[in-house]
């Protein structure tokens, strides 16, 4: 038989496949998100999110000094607050649980992007994003709430913010906020779009910040919508957002394609809870390989076009990367 193309030449052996290979993963490319908590010494395990824990501030500096070790530069901060309010009030306290763990990393580690999330649900004692008022959740009123929480972690030492709270104009009264507060250089990572997931459940048992009553729809985005994320995107990046975010990930690979093809601007991915909740649920059942699952997983999230991943996968993905380094797969 006579054949002039034979793609399997180049999946003969693993180094020549290591030639083709289009998509690569690296340590850099990845942000921890992890949850802190009040305390000493605690490692309070997750049972949603098998692996991952609650930690307080210096178990914290353990855990990012690991992930620096590993070539994770980022980690991005969630608190666990027990205080709740209705106008969540220790979102933006100078001396909250975040804004202290912000300072100790900072100071500690002054090489770790230090990111925060940006976002009113685990202070809110009803579960929801923003401020509550006659049962319709506010746009303005929370807005000025997230200015208040940025600059305070601004004032702790954050590298970056991250919106994740989906009120429209937050970008770009956010940076407004920092900049007036002498904050030019920190950064805006915007959950630009963010949708009304059902895979965000474990990590609402992770914080204990599920709505009470009704659903996130009139915030978060409908999953059938993609012309609407490149709305999400273009008024974000107009707002000064430095880099723009899909969440999840996915469920969402063709958003986030799309977005690359679209903007010349930084595309981060969220590789959520419930997409890390399955790997392992069914890794435990020994139905899929845990390890394989998840760079399979990472890659496919690259390849799609994210330039930066956020993945509870991050230090066991960098370990497995260091592991292989130099050997042919
Ligand atoms: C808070 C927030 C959520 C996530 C990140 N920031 C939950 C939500 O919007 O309900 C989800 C992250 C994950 O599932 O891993 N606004």
């Not at 059942?285 to 930066?308: F, H, N, P, T, Y």
Request: aromatic content about 8%.
């Amino acid at each position: 038989m006579y054949l002039t193309h034979r793609p399997r030449r180049l999946r003969q052996t693993s180094a020549i496949r290591g030639l083709a290979r289009e998509t690569s993963l690296h340590p850099g490319h990845f942000i921890y998100p992890m949850f802190v908590a009040e305390g000493e010494h605690v490692r309070d395990p997750i049972t949603t999110m098998p692996g991952q824990n609650r930690l307080s501030i210096d178990e914290l500096l353990k855990e990012c000094e690991a992930c620096l070790r590993l070539g994770i530069g980022a980690v991005n901060l969630f608190g666990y607050s027990v205080e709740k309010d209705d106008e969540a009030t220790k979102a933006y306290d100078s001396n909250g649980l975040i804004q202290r763990a912000v300072r100790t990393l900072k100071n500690e580690l002054p090489e770790l992007c230090i990111q925060t999330d940006i976002a009113l649900d685990p202070y809110t004692n009803h579960g929801h994003d923003g401020i509550v008022i006659d049962n319709e959740i506010v746009n303005d009123e929370t807005v000025e709430i997230l200015c208040k929480m940025a600059v305070s972690h601004a004032e702790a030492g954050v590298s970056w913010v991250a919106p994740s709270d989906m009120m429209d104009g937050r970008v770009g009264a956010i940076r407004e906020a920092l900049d007036e507060s002498g904050f030019s250089n920190v950064s805006i990572l915007a959950y630009s779009a963010k949708y009304a997931s059902c895979f965000y459940g474990p990590f609402r048992g992770a914080l204990d910040s599920a709505p009470k009553t009704g659903d996130k729809k009139t915030y978060q985005m409908d999953p059938a919508n993609v012309r609407e994320a490149m709305r999400e995107i273009e008024l974000d990046l107009a707002e000064g957002a430095d880099i723009v975010m899909v969440k999840p990930a996915l469920a969402y690979l063709d958003v986030i394609a799309r977005a690359k093809s679209e903007f010349d601007a930084p595309i981060a991915a969220y590789n959520v809870s419930g997409e890390y909740a399955m790997i392992m649920a069914a890794a435990e059942k020994g139905w899929v390989d845990q390890e394989r699952a998840m760079m399979e997983v990472l890659l496919s999230i690259r390849r799609a076009g994210a330039d930066m991943i956020l993945t509870y996968f991050a230090k066991d993905a960098a370990q497995t990367l260091k592991r292989d380094f130099g050997r042919f797969s």
